[in-house]
């Protein structure tokens, strides 16, 4: 049994839990911490780790494994996660595994379900599933230019899924559990790359 944190900043839920994972692939949860906010990851982030932690009744130093939501999310936001993971599975020495975060949303979905998350400047994320396994996406466009072919169910954040015209899922933001149940452990974990899909707002200024 391998005890592992999971953690995401990739939407205005700021979420970090722990997760007890068996060899067959079952997984327990023990604990999660979610904040709700589009700004204050860095404020936030590191006390729920601290609090999903005491809450388990378990050590940092008894964990495992780390999993982090890659995104796609905001700058900012996002690389907030991913380097609190990095930092801590270095010095920790265990591996973290980046996964997707739609697909953590996505998961164990029944049908064509397409998954929208707030990426701002009037635009959303989104990535199309079948019976839970991506088959498109993701992508970042404005809501108006995502082809509703095929889906019959929308999940994700929901101020932006309101804005189509698809029954709504009870499906808003990755859990822990899902985040651990969606990263590949058959092999040794990928690189930590951020899902920007665009460039950030900041530019370098011209000479």
């Known amino acids: 049994m391998t005890v592992v944190l999971a953690l995401d900043t990739a939407t205005p839920a700021i979420t970090a839990g722990l997760v007890r994972r068996a060899p067959d692939g079952s997984v327990r949860p023990l604990s999660e911490r ?20 005491a809450d388990a009744g378990v050590a940092v130093g008894e964990l495992g494994a780390i999993v982090v939501g890659c995104g796609p999310g905001p700058f900012t936001g996002l690389r907030v996660g991913m380097a609190t ?3 801590m599975g270095l010095a920790l020495d265990v591996p973290v595994y980046p996964v997707c975060t739609l697909d953590a949303i996505g ?3 029944a049908g064509s379900v397409l ?10 994320y989104w990535a199309g599933y079948r019976d839970g396994t991506r088959v498109s996406g993701p992508a970042v466009d404005a809501p108006a230019d995502v082809s509703l072919n095929g889906y019959t169910q929308i999940a ?25 149940q969606v990263a590949d452990w058959d092999r040794p974990p990928g690189a930590l790359t951020p899902l920007y ?8 200024p011209r000479r």
């Not at 936030?44 to 609090?51: D, F």
């Not at 929901?158 to 859990?175: E, I, T, W």
């Not at 899909?197 to 370098?204: C, Q, T, V």
């Open 34 to 53: 979610i904040t709700m906010g589009a700004k204050g990851h860095a404020e936030a982030l590191t006390p729920n780790i601290g609090a999903a932690c």
């Open 115 to 124: 998954v929208v998350t707030d990426a701002r400047r009037r635009e959303v």
């Open 85 to 87: 993971a990095a930092a």
């Open 156 to 180: 994700g954040s929901p101020d932006h899924a309101a804005l189509f015209d698809l029954p709504v899922l009870d499906r808003q933001y990755p859990s822990p559990s899902r985040l651990v």
């Open 197 to 204: 899909l665009r460039r950030p707002d900041a530019k370098e």
């Open 107 to 109: 998961y164990d979905t």
